[in-house]
């Protein structure tokens, strides 16, 4: 596609819940960053993968939260036992391989019930 | 980590005024990039600036990596310029890039 595509755009769940959310980076791009917004805030870094790199998972706030990339495409990020605090739009990005322009995909507002 | 600082926090603006914004950092850098959100949330890239001048219309950007800080110039401010301007930095290639809070710009007509 044109740019990077996230899914769901809006998501409700109830408290303890599990959700997957989907990015699909622009063809080509083999840089992939998500990164979490809480209303008013900066973005705050989850998980960086780039190719076939081990992926820098620093950013992620507990064990709850998970993501993966499978051959080098599209990524899904899991949060396992969902709590209020985690609700926040979530940012998917991709790049050309380092040092270039990031491009964002419109995200997915996670709210957690 | 490396630390990013923006400055001022917020700016309103009068329709034509010009305006800069800044971005302090911590460390070296050999990626620095400056993004505009709209009032939607929509995050555009507006510049790829790790060192040097780039213009782009009504605006441009000067990076300073040796004494750690970037700016965005914006001229002829236009109401859809409205929305959050952030920097965001990377310490070495290949790195994560750390955003800063941003600097929340209202140009009223």
């Known amino acids: 596609g044109a740019g990077v595509s996230q899914s769901p755009s809006n998501k409700v769940t109830e408290k303890g819940k599990d959700v997957e959310l989907r990015c699909d980076p622009i063809s080509g791009h083999t840089a992939l960053y998500w990164y979490r917004q809480s209303l008013g805030q900066g973005l705050e870094f989850l998980i960086y993968?780039?190719?076939?790199?081990?992926?820098?998972k620093s950013g992620l706030p507990s064990d709850r939260f998970s993501a993966e990339r499978t051959g080098g495409s599209v990524s899904t990020l899991t949060i396992q036992r969902t709590q209020q605090e985690d609700s926040a739009v979530y940012l998917c990005?991709?790049?050309?391989?380092?040092?270039?322009?990031?491009?964002f995909g419109n995200g997915t507002r996670l709210t957690v019930t | 980590g490396i630390q990013v600082e923006q400055s001022p926090p917020d700016l309103i603006l009068q329709e034509g005024a010009n305006s800069t914004l800044r971005c302090n950092f911590s460390d070296s850098v050999n990626n620095l990039q400056w993004f505009h959100q709209n009032p939607w949330g929509q995050l555009i890239n507006l510049f790829y600036?790790?060192?040097g001048t780039k213009q782009n219309g009504r605006l441009s950007a000067t990076t300073v990596a040796t004494e750690r800080y970037s700016l965005l110039y914006i001229s002829s401010s236009q109401t859809t310029d409205s929305g959050v301007y952030s920097c965001a930095v990377a310490e070495t290639s290949g790195s994560r890039l750390t955003f800063g809070e941003g600097t929340q710009l209202t140009v009223n007509p």
């Open positions: 990005a991709s790049s050309r391989p380092v040092d270039s322009p990031l491009h």
């Open positions: 600036i790790p060192s």
């Open positions: 993968f780039q190719g076939n790199s081990a992926p820098d």
